[in-house]
């Protein structure tokens, strides 16, 4: 029989960027807050310089096949331990745009969130205050109408300079990036030292990752954060009308259950839509929330590409931040690409480079090796300049998580993902790759590649929206099948826009969390 433990207002599944969110604003609140995480115990102390130690940030991915055409790069875009992925990001918060929050009453396509960014606008520029955003708002000529930034802009190196000479010889326009790291110190926090180490986390808490803004503040609030718990079913009240808590396991296999009023996932997108599927009864037959059929559907992940090129100058590549240095959101009309495909793309300039591993330089040429590879890597340490394009997905509703067959240690069958790139993700791809080529020669590069596409975040799959049917949770992200639940991160955004998704999940943990409050005595009843 699994241990029933002392119940509490609100268990919150997963410690990650979105629950940590809900666990600050609920605990300041007076909410008795429990998380459960499935990973290890993270602290800033723990966290290496070292690309071979920031593996083990990253190997825990969610229980995942892959039975689609395309990957969606679950380990990628994954983390495992207090912190989440949101432990090793790259800290580039730019907002949504306004179109990204109305494509179906713009464009007759895509999909419609169930309010607009005038909605949202001021979670984000609450959140910004709170992580500190290091930016300069009057240089983004694309940026929805909101707050300035509360820290001046991120450095910008040699090949920063460099690489926006390439975009002005094009017309094309850039701005500093908006980052969730720190320019100078701020409350209490230290500034960044530029060295390019977010990847394997900031161990200086200069990046506005977990451990350095909420959950600190949950903890101190009354919040017990509890690594090693790995929760399996959400469970439900005999009635099917409201959940009453979760179970979970202990690394030593210990089962528990954790009654609660309410219930918030925040286990991120694939994990969500698992445990949502394997929390079915006889209430909800198909699964729990899904009266909709939705739960799982709707995965998106943003199409990127990574262009490099040799310059004559040392462009100082290993300085800055991971995240970059400048933005375009010039090609954000959605329909402005000249391939003809609908979405917008974002170039993300000039990040720090490592000389080795996934996004090291040595893996701009994978083609070459022994002789050839070592002097290109002489060349390339001091001359390689690079930079990213983030491709808008589209909401597919045939781009899903199920659960497989396979079963996990805890006899959990595991998520199986059917993931397609869509036509326009495509196209989007390959305008990207010839674009940014031709920036690079502008801005005087001798000889300029593209790398392989890859998959950037991951979203969908317990999407918003207003209509029951048409999805699986409301403007608050709370399911729209039952009170008392709720999802956190980007699972719940209904369209992907082609900017990093962090900023907006931020905003939207504090609207929901905020509702909760607002609305206590009727989701807990
Ligand atoms: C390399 C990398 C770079 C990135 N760079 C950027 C960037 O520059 N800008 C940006 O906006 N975004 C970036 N992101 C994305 C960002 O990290 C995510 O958007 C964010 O972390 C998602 O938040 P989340 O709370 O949904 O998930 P997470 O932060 O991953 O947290 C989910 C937590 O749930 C736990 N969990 C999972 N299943 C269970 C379970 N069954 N029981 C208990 N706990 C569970 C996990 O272990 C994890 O700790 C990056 C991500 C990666 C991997
Ligand atoms: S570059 Fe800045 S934010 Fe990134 S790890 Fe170094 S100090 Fe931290």
Known sequence: MPKQLEAVDVVIVGAGAAGSVFAAVLAEAGKSVVVLERGRDFKLTDLYSSQIWARRLKWAAPQVVEAGPDSIWPNFNSGSGVGGAAIHHYALWPRYHEEDFIEHQLYGRSLDWPFEYAQLRRYYDQVQKEVGISGDAAKEPWRPPGDPYPLPPVLVSKHGEVLARGFAALNMRTAPSPMALLSRPYNGRNPCLWDGWCDAGCPIGALANPLVVYLPRAQKAGARIIANAAVTRVLTEDTGQKVSGVEYYTSSGEAMIQPASSVVLCAFTIENARLLLN????????????????????????????????????MQNYLGATGGQLICHDAFGKKSDPSGAFGSRQWAIAPALKPNDLLGIAMTRPDIFG???????????????SMVCICEDEPLPENRVELAAQQDKYGMPVASIRYRVSANGKKLWATAAQEGVKVLKAAGAREAWAGPPAGQHIMGGTIMGLDRKKSVLNGAAQSHDVKNLFVGGPGVFPTSSAVNSTFTLHAMARKSAEFMLANWSRIAA
């Open 279 to 314: 929390s079915g009864s006889s209430r909800h037959p198909n699964g729990l929330a899904n009266s909709s059929g939705l739960v799982g559907r709707y995965l998106m992940t943003h199409p990127s590409v990574s262009v490099a090129g040799l310059f004559k100058e040392d």
């Open 371 to 385: 002789a050839r590879l070592h002097a290109f890597m002489l060349d390339a340490a001091r001359h390689m300049g």
